[in-house]
């Protein structure tokens, strides 16, 4: 079983209340409070993010107060446990962090920056809540913990896409792109602007995944050929958006579960990478191949413009630049960073003082926006950049550990603990996938280098492996 849910009862549930306001925050910030009574979406996300920095405030002093009360029981000795190595790494870099955002708060302030410390609150709370609840938590209630996560991110994955299919043109006959789509600026919704590409496709590509997952799961015949056409739909989704970067991490992490589900019958993982890859990108093309088909019949093309939801360009119609127009709108065979490694290199032309502690949480966007100028509402999209822009050198240094010690994590559960073996520990062979995932994301987003659904799922998927019986935890970690 998934998790025995005869084993949850009511005060369990209620321990994961802390956790679930600190998740329903995301998407929220400070500036919201401006908006209390002026809409009703406002005054939702002003109570929202309200709810979640007073329990994150709560939890970060009473983990003080323990931290103080055992200093002292202790003669002055602080018991640290080996197991939580990990989660004392990721406070440490939310500290350096704040030390970052304490020695640049003036041009932060100045800048419009000061309020990204709500960030450094959340992060830190939602660890530290781990340590105060640890001794009391069960891995069953944790493993509930993870499955709505899961249905959370599926869930906002297929609003945000019907939200954004409704508000884009797809009437152009090659325009089976909703990349291009997703670029339009100024499309809100609950009055913040609606997620890029890349984070709806890693929605779709989770609520995917684990479609996947549980059509390995001991489930019926006639359940799992109900499930192959969800997963072809949702392939041919991810495809449609076109995020070469989660078209990747959502291949290779489609291989690596089925490698983990070893023992299962070939015939089923036969059907997995036909429907979930070669099937959906092949009607994907084609789809895109009889729409080119159709322009032929037009005068002009009607596309959508990437800058104005509101705006449709009509470009008149040649017959002899209609394999540029088609290739254009292809981005899966297009090589090029779509302009990362540009900010990347002027990001590190800019970070010129600080290089110590960085410029604290989202350091990457005030460089971008203030020193290099840039009118955009972007980030250097790489976990790794993220690190050093906004902790500095320490905090990459120890942000690094954290990787490396993931990795460790993941090759001493295949090759020595040899889970893929094992017909049960199945919530964590969907965890390590998952792990397996946001590495590689990192290189393409910031990922859970900051907080949001990548930094949620990822942590509570290592407190799982740590709730594991001893046996476990001492060939693991």
Known sequence: ??????????????????????????????????????????????????????????????????????????????????????????????????????????????????????????????????????????????????????????????????????????????????????????????????????????????????????????????????????????????????SRGTIICFVLSVCFLIFLFKNEKLKDKLYILIVSIILSYFIYESIRFFQFEAIKNEKNISIFSPLKSDKKIVIPFEKEKINNILIDKNRLLDFTSSGRTELWKKSFQEFKKNKIFGYGPQGDRYLLRENIKINISNNVSNGYVYSILSSGYMGFLVFLIIIIYLCVFLFRSLFVYRIYKKKNNLIEKLSLTFFFYFLLRLCIENSFAVFGIDFIIVSAAIGLFLLKDKNYVRIIL
Request: glycine share 2%.
């Open 1 to 242: 079983m998934l998790f025995n849910t005869k084993n949850l009862n009511l005060n369990d549930l209620i321990k994961l209340i802390p956790w679930i306001i600190i998740v329903l925050s995301i998407g929220t910030q400070p500036s919201d409070f401006e908006l209390i009574g002026k809409s009703k979406a406002g005054t939702f996300n002003a109570i929202r993010i309200f709810f979640a920095l007073t329990t994150s405030l709560i939890i970060i002093i009473f983990f003080f107060k323990d931290i103080i009360s055992n200093f002292l029981r202790k003669k002055n000795e602080i018991n640290f446990k080996e197991k939580y190595f990990i989660f004392y790494l990721f406070l440490i870099y939310y500290i350096f962090q704040l030390f970052g955002y304490l020695l640049n708060f003036a041009d932060l302030k100045n800048s419009g920056f000061s309020d990204n410390l709500y960030l450094i609150v959340l992060s830190f709370a939602f660890i530290a809540y781990f340590f105060l609840i640890r001794k009391q938590l069960s891995s069953e209630t944790l493993k509930f913990f993870l499955f709505f996560l899961y249905f959370l991110i599926c869930s906002s994955g297929i609003i945000f896409t019907i939200v954004h299919i409704s508000k884009s043109s797809l009437e152009s006959a090659n325009y089976f792109s909703l990349y291009n789509s997703v670029l339009s600026q100024h499309q809100f919704f609950m009055n913040h602007e609606l997620p890029r590409v890349t984070g709806i496709s890693r929605s779709l590509s989770i609520l995917n995944i684990i479609f996947i997952f549980f059509y390995f799961y001991n489930v019926k015949n006639k359940i799992k050929f109900c499930v192959l056409p969800i997963i072809l739909t949702l392939s041919i989704l991810i495809f449609a958006f076109q």
